[in-house]
Each structure stands twice: as structure tokens, then as C-alpha cells.
């Protein structure tokens, strides 16, 4: 693939590299690779939804829904006010597998755990709560 101009000057401003660390940037074929990837990615979301939950510090509750972009950058404005780190925390790594999947061409609707938990271990365990989160990944254009 062949950046344009444009494209070099918006990865350099977005990673804030110097012409040096552009040129490093450049000379990976890997990065090219992903940059050609990731292109689809621009129109998809990731969604979280909080499917079970019973006392949860944060006071997520179920149908609660955590986006991120295709990129795995959280939309604020989307998501609620208050996220839970420890959900977070767990959610990184689902998010990942995501993604990765979405660079090799596969659908991660289609992974067969989907589902994560808090780290919290709950009330029955000795803990406080727990809550139970899964992933979908929609077109970007069907964000409500």
C-alpha cells in the first residue's frame, strides 16, 4: 500500500512522531500492514453490555452498554458517566482479541466467549459484587 501524503502527515501528527520516528514508523511492513487493516475498523463499534449485575459498587446495571471505537479508544459521550475500573481492567484484553480478530479478516460477533466478569469475585465469595459484560461489535453507523 501506498500512503499519501495526507495519510503520512495525519500518522504523524496523531502519534506526534518527528520526521525521524515517521520514517521508523514507515519502514516497518507491519505497520503498513495494520494501516491497510485497520481501515474497516474506522466504521465499527465496539459494544459492551452489562448483562448481569448484583452489587455493583458503580451501579452498572443490566442493558448498561460501554462503547469503544474500532480502534478500542472508549466514547465517552456514548458510554455511562461512571465506569467501573475493575471492569475495565477485564474488558482490555476481550477488546484486544477483538480487534486482532477484526485485522485477520474474522467476525468477532462470531468468538465463542464473548463474556467476561468483573474482577470483583462477588458477594458469595467474599466480595462486594459482580458483574457480567458482553462483547458485539456493530457498523458505526448503527450507534444510536
Not at 515517521?22 to 511492513?29: G, H, S, T, Y
Request: charge should be neutral; glycine fraction near 8%.
Amino acid at each position: 500500500m501506498n500512503l499519501s501524503e495526507d495519510m503520512k502527515k495525519n500518522i504523524k501528527e496523531q502519534l506526534e512522531y518527528n520526521d525521524e520516528e515517521l520514517k521508523i514508523f514507515l519502514d516497518n511492513p507491519k505497520n503498513i500492514e495494520l494501516l491497510t487493516k485497520s481501515l474497516p475498523l474506522l466504521n465499527k463499534t465496539i459494544v459492551i453490555e452489562v448483562i448481569k449485575s448484583k452489587g455493583c459498587m458503580s451501579q452498572h446495571r443490566i442493558g448498561d452498554k460501554i462503547y469503544f471505537d474500532g480502534s478500542g479508544n472508549l466514547l465517552t459521550k456514548l458510554s455511562p458517566k461512571r465506569i467501573c475500573l475493575y471492569a475495565l481492567s477485564v474488558l482490555g484484553a476481550m477488546i484486544n482479541s477483538a480487534i486482532e480478530l477484526m485485522y485477520a479478516g474474522a467476525d468477532p460477533n462470531e468468538m465463542r466467549f464473548k463474556r467476561v466478569g468483573c474482577s470483583d469475585i462477588g458477594l458469595e465469595c467474599g466480595g462486594w459484587g459482580r458483574i457480567v459484560m458482553e462483547l458485539s461489535v456493530i457498523d458505526r453507523n448503527k450507534v444510536n
